[in-house]
DNA sequence: TTCGCCCTACCAAGTGTTAGATAGGGGTTG
DNA sequence: CAACCCCTATCTAACACTTGGTAGGGCGAA
């Protein structure tokens, strides 16, 4: 059986907070869903400030493997970036759970701060890859190539969580395609 | 105190869930601020799901007056679509806090259905008035109006909580500006 | 034995909610 | 007029339950 406890904890716990929030994770369910008990918890993680902070860790090191072999795998960084907002499309399909930062980012008054740092880490590792990614397409300037990231990274952000509120899935299709009429996403 | 408990509640609980959501709006820190005793909101509100559905439906209708007064107050439909951000912006000015509607988009799983109607409407009304200003402009044809509003309600939204993330209103601003350099947003 | 992993059994604090009481004001009625 | 009753608005006190967290022990493997 060895320690897999500790990645099955870590992965209930994000497809919990991706529903329910960092308020909304809490130790009782999280343990039944692993099939533990709550106390053990504490074997794995220090407190619940700890085990959020590895979720959100493991939340953007998981996107930067998945965005890096993307980048890879593409045959151009344009092609790469048109499937950029597929990401948060998956977490939508996935029961309808909205990507981990930007649930914290609401509740950015009442985390603890090394949660908070984790979070704006995914931020930075998104807009960096976005950036990269126009700049290799030479859809950007490299000066104002992380202005026009962080406008992506916004508004697909925006588009997933309007699209949560309907639990619609076509209407962040919708929103997507609208943004590339409007030439904020390649075509 | 005042003269007219239920509207300070409504205010005070207005603030605290553009703060802390709808999760974390608790009866005793609300009676608190308002400076009555937890059990006395039973007095004016049946219940939680209640008092959220009551604050979310005060909230849009107070969105939908303001947004009625600057279009009739704008000299031409550009001009009032040009102020529409300002209206998200005022919020992060106000301690950094969010669009209910987005805090509770983002609790969607954990809302009493109640409540879940009312911001739905919330994004109905924004919606609706972009759509509105947008044909009155000429900036879009009817037919595919409400999605390009849509896109607008969403990119606005993913802006205001990517800055309330960072805690810093300049992001928002920025972000808008790459909007609008995209055509997104009039200039 | 020691250590990793998990358990049972708690605890204090906080949650929404209810019951029952109190104080004051405004009518209606004897 | 005064006695009565109801309504409003608030209170205190408690309920049942959930929360994160702790103490200490059991048990199998190295």
Wanted: aromatic residues 8%.
């Amino acid at each position: 059986m060895t320690t897999n406890s500790k990645e099955a904890i870590l992965a209930s716990a994000r497809q919990i907070a991706q529903s329910h929030g960092y308020s909304g994770l809490n130790f009782r369910d999280l343990a039944a869903q692993v099939g533990i008990k709550a106390a053990s918890i504490y074997h794995h993680f220090p407190s619940k400030a700890g085990l959020g902070a590895a979720v959100a860790r493991r939340y953007w090191e998981d996107t930067k493997s998945e965005l890096d072999t993307l980048f890879a795998d593409s045959r151009d960084p344009i092609s790469a970036l048109r499937e950029y907002p597929k990401i948060f499309r998956r977490s939508l399909e996935s029961d309808n759970r909205l990507c981990l930062c930007s649930f914290m980012s609401a509740e950015y008054d009442d985390l603890p701060h090394e949660v908070t740092v984790e979070v704006q880490t995914f931020a930075e590792i998104n807009v960096a890859w976005i950036s990269k990614a126009l700049v290799a397409a030479g859809a950007a300037r490299p000066e104002n190539s992380e202005a026009q990231a962080r406008a992506i990274f916004a508004a697909v952000a925006g588009a997933q969580l309007i699209a949560r509120s309907r639990s619609d899935i076509s209407m962040f299709d919708a929103l997507i395609e609208s943004y590339r009429a409007k030439g904020l996403l390649p075509d």
